[in-house]
């Protein structure tokens, strides 16, 4: 690639929207975020089907006023984004963001989290119809999903997409291209000659939560009204590395195929999708320096679920179908080596061995498939299988994070990580993808293991770091481990109901006490949503992403969702297609276009974009990313810039006291011979390890598992607190030496007359400091001016007069500086600034109180 041809994507011509209705209109205006250009849509009421008008030209400010002037409306709403129509039995319903806020950023792109919304009646009901008594019923399940939590979306970045893929190069134009057929793009541009596209990419459907709404919006022309916005989790963080802040930013995209909540969705449907499939994506940015590492998570690829009929806290794992040609794993594994490359890398954390048979009938399922499939592709590129029983290896002694991070660091020198500067550019061949039973809390630790390691590598890559390790304890590592704790929270709430019950800490065995007493709590509570809570929400998530239809079960006379005995025909609603028998043979579950460009990922090097515009001035408006991220045209304050706001959040990682500095350095190290290295073995370096629990038998029946690491770290929390050192004077008050490196001491004879020097000239240099003195204090000034004593000073006739004869003139050792006519002519300018201000009409009324209020 020629690096003289650059890319850049569109930023969204409509960031914000008002609405004005009336009886017969609904009148949505969009502007850009300076207010400068306007389009209208007009939506007809009295319609029962969806009519929108849209004006194709370009609209001024004026031409807006004049609109608006010109009607009287019924009320007015401000938004920031349009997620789409959605209708049930009776008319369209509009669903706006009124509410958004920053929560991260990417290079010069913001992302924002949906705050709040607003739901508005498109069609008015005809005189003497009655409204469907379903109706509101429909309307109170729809909104049971929370969009005022964990949506997020951005105006100028595809947050449905990785960043590897988006600073990847267009080789198809149209969404309806074929990567096998087509022709791609080359690009071949002179060496002097620079040239700059702007693009507007095609979105990733599968983590597009709005899709259904919006395709009633696929009538109107710009694209720029569509609102797509994803559903997980966005976070981000800041590292003080001596003063340069290194900021890391957490990705979390929840799939919209085969989604619900935690018994409901089990397994995979036939076309592959996973329950509970998030991709994790972490970005670690330093200026245009980029790195990132994806990994996934998802249940079982296979067809089994659980019988919730019975109150039970752990239902029977059951096998509904056998896939002796695992077709429905290798469609799953397909999709992943089309977006990711080879090997994709399973980490497999269900219980291997049980009294009683329960989860290791997964594990038995899936080695059977990945047998199976791996006959068929090269050893280079075969599916990697590593088996770890995490709840058996933390019982006793078992150390959790040692153990994961010997598979993390195993596994990043396998897959690798994107990287891109200046100069440089690699990418991420493969995926690691972790799985138990729930995919909640054993996966989320495990997914902290890897992306500990995989933020190891990316600060020495960036040059941070000498040796790829961190350690627990320091600023950076607890920086990382709230990030991944706030993730799989947020994760576990969507899909189990509840928080983390086993957390990262619990499988380090710190904080045992405080993390045994919510354990207990976040199961009851689990389990209370799973039991009586699950159902209704599986239809809300069914209704919202457009899996049921109302309007066509009323047409069909068909039976209302809540009269479904089992969604599963909504979610395999292509059976036919499904059971048809395909020419290509099971032996090629993998495609021969994919497999041509393995190891690298098929849709990162074959990136489709709906539109490509060559674009002559780089400070055109479509790409002016700097204004759009600072807000250039108008006044702001420095707490409403994200990356300020994440430089003053990232204080509360580090402690108030401490003797160094680094964030990769522990805040306190103690000495334990048991402690080899802190970096892997995740062990509180404020806590023993010589636990005294047994090592559980071998035979220990499966369900006290769960209990068995808690009492485990529990003791160790009480062994840790006996052998704290007794809280002393010292250890609260600690010397300077301790705390900065040096002493306090009495200064020398010599040192007091150099100081005394100082303060003498000061006060002679500086005479109207010391005019308004006391009598007694300016006694005491004019006898510091004529006393004589070895090395004193005296000013006279601007000439400072030494006790032993010497003079110096204080005028000729200080240069006038010359003030070059350049610079005169930019001081001329700024002071006749403000009067031209004055002078002008059209000025913001809040530049004008500033500059009043400074006269």
């Known amino acids: 690639m020629n690096p003289n041809t650059r890319f850049f994507p569109l930023i969204s011509s409509i960031q914000k929207v008002a609405l004005f209705e009336t009886k017969s209109k609904l009148y949505l205006i ?76 990417i290079g010069k792109h913001i992302i924002y989290t949906i705050k709040d919304t607003a739901m508005i009646r498109v069609n008015e009901t005809p005189a003497g119809k009655q ?73 990733r459907d599968r983590f597009v939560w709005n899709a259904y709404l919006l395709k009633p919006m696929d009538i109107v022309l710009h694209k720029d009204w569509k609102l797509e916005v994803i559903h997980g989790f966005i976070s981000q963080s800041s590292i003080s590395i001596f003063g340069r802040p290194i900021y890391v930013c957490l990705i979390a995209r929840r799939s919209t195929r085969f989604a619900g909540t935690r018994f409901l969705k089990r397994g995979a449907n036939y076309f592959g999708d996973v329950a509970n499939e998030v991709e994790t994506e972490q970005i670690v940015l330093d200026g245009t320096r980029m790195c990132s590492f994806t990994q996934l998570r998802g249940s079982v690829p296979s067809h089994w679920s659980q019988d919730v009929s019975k109150m039970v806290p752990k239902p029977q794992i059951a096998l509904d179908l056998s896939d002796p040609y695992g077709e429905t794993s290798g469609k799953h594994y397909e999709r992943l080596m089309f977006h990711y490359g080879a090997p994709i890398i399973i980490l497999n954390l269900v219980k291997k061995r049980e009294k009683r048979r329960h989860e290791s009938v997964l594990s038995d399922e899936m080695v059977s498939s990945v047998d199976y499939l791996n006959q068929f592709l090269p050893p ?152 009586f809570s699950d159902t209704e929400k599986q239809h809300s998530i069914n209704l919202f992403l457009g899996y049921y239809i109302p309007s066509e079960s009323e047409v069909t006379k068909s039976t209302h969702i809540w009269d479904l005995e089992t969604d599963f025909y909504i979610h395999n609603s292509r059976f036919d297609v499904i059971r048809k028998i395909s020419p290509i043979p099971l032996t090629q579950w993998v495609r021969r276009f994919v497999m041509k460009h393995l190891p690298y990922s098929t849709s990162d090097n074959n990136r489709v974009v709906n539109e ?50 680094s964030p990769f350095e522990p805040t306190r190290r103690r000495e334990n011979a048991a402690i080899k290295n802190p970096s892997l073995s995740g062990q509180s370096s404020t806590s023993s390890t010589n636990s005294s629990s047994s090592s559980l038998d071998e035979d220990t029946d499966s369900e006290d598992d769960d209990r068995s690491i808690r009492n485990t770290a529990a003791n160790s929390s009480a062994n840790s607190s006996r052998a704290e050192d007794p809280v002393t004077i010292n250890s609260m008050f600690p010397m300077t030496g301790d705390v900065y490196g040096f002493e306090i001491h009495t200064p020398k004879k010599t040192d007091m007359i150099k100081y005394q020097k100082y303060v003498q000239m000061n006060r002679i240099c500086n005479p109207q400091i010391y005019a308004g003195m006391k009598p007694d204090q300016h006694q005491l000034y004019s006898n510091l001016q004529t006393q004589s004593q070895p090395g004193g000073i005296v000013l006279q006739n601007n000439e400072i007069c030494f006790s032993d004869g010497r003079r110096t003139d204080t005028t000729g050792n200080i240069p006038i500086p010359t003030v070059s006519a350049e610079s005169i002519a930019i001081y001329e300018s700024y002071c006749s600034t403000q009067q031209r201000i004055m002078e002008q009409t059209d000025v913001d009324p809040i530049i004008l109180k500033y500059l009043q209020s400074s006269e």
């Open 612 to 661: 490509l515009i060559k674009i002559h001035s780089a400070d055109a408006e479509i790409i002016d990313y700097y204004s759009n991220f600072y807000y250039d045209f108008k006044i702001t304050s420095f707490e409403e810039n994200i990356a300020f706001q994440l430089s003053h959040l990232a204080r509360n990682f580090v402690p108030t006291f401490r003797t160094n500095f």
């Open 380 to 531: 280079h590129f075969r599916i990697r299988y590593i088996d770890f029983d995490m709840a058996r290896k933390s019982r006793g002694k078992g150390n959790v994070m040692e153990s994961l991070a010997k598979y993390a660091e195993s596994v990043i020198q396998q897959t690798g990580m994107f990287f891109l500067d200046e100069e440089v550019s690699t990418q991420q061949t493969g995926l690691v993808r972790t799985n138990c039973v729930d995919c909640l809390d054993r996966t989320n630790t495990a997914q902290f293991a890897i992306g500990k390691c995989a933020l190891a590598y990316q600060l020495c890559e960036l040059g941070f770091l000498k040796e790829r390790k961190l350690e627990f304890e320091s600023d950076c590592v607890t920086m990382l481990e709230n990030l991944y704790e706030d993730h799989g929270d947020t994760l576990a709430m969507q899909y189990g109901g509840s928080q983390l019950v086993h957390r990262i800490k619990t499988y380090r065995k710190t904080a045992a006490w405080a993390s045994q007493g919510n354990d207990i709590i976040q199961t009851l509570s689990r389990y209370c949503s799973n039991t």
């Open 30 to 105: 969009g502007s850009n975020s300076k207010e400068t250009r306007f389009r209208l849509l007009e939506i007809d009421r009295r319609s029962t089907e969806l009519t929108i008008h849209e004006d194709a030209n370009e609209l001024k400010k004026s031409d807006i006023r004049k609109f608006v002037q010109s009607r009287s409306f019924v009320r007015s709403i401000s938004a920031y984004g349009v997620l789409g129509f959605v209708k049930f039995l009776e008319g369209y319903y509009l669903i706006l963001v009124t509410k958004r806020t920053r929560c991260a950023f």
């Open 131 to 203: 409204v469907h008594p379903l109706e509101q019923r429909y309307v109170k399940m729809f909104n049971n999903v929370d969009l005022k939590s964990n949506f997020y979306f951005s105006y100028s970045y595809d947050l449905t997409h990785s960043l590897q893929y988006n600073v990847s190069v267009p080789k198809f134009v149209g969404a309806q291209s074929d990567l096998e057929k087509d022709e791609p793009l080359v690009w071949k541009n002179d060496a002097n000659e620079k040239t700059t596209y702007a693009f507007r990419g095609v979105s």
